[in-house]
């Protein structure tokens, strides 16, 4: 359709096929819509929360919970404390160890620099 003045509105379905604008309109309109009043949503969200609070309190269902194994528990929790191999532990141990003496070697320069620029500015 042409507008008088020679500019055409502005359609977002246009360069789509009819069957495309069609579909579109018609998702459209299947989508409900659903009004809140600002007054209902405070009552709302309380529901909600009251309703949640007695879900978790149930805990999971009965089915679940007795499906549970808990036979291999401990046996699991010990594996993981072995993930990390005992080599791997004193090679960490080992270099904490050397960061910290090595902090105390870069400390110890830090004050003898100090000390040297002290000695400079009296020299000079």
Do not use: C
Not at 56 to 81: A, F, H, M
Not at 88 to 116: I, N, P, Q
């Amino acid at each position: 359709q042409d507008v008088p003045g020679g500019e055409a509105p502005a359609d977002p379905a246009r360069g789509r096929s009819h069957s495309q604008r069609d579909e579109l309109q018609s998702s459209k309109s299947a989508v409900p819509t659903l009004s809140i009043q600002a007054d209902d949503v405070l009552k709302i969200l309380k529901e909600f929360l009251r309703d949640f609070q007695k879900l978790r309190d149930e805990g999971p269902p009965k089915e679940i919970q007795d499906v549970r194994d808990y036979s291999k528990d401990g046996e699991y929790w010990e594996s993981l404390t072995r993930i990390i191999p005992e080599r791997t532990l004193k090679l960490w141990d080992a270099l904490g160890s050397a960061l910290m003496e090595y902090h105390k070697v870069l400390t110890r320069r830090s004050e003898l620099f100090s000390e040297a620029i002290t000695l400079q500015r009296q020299n000079s």
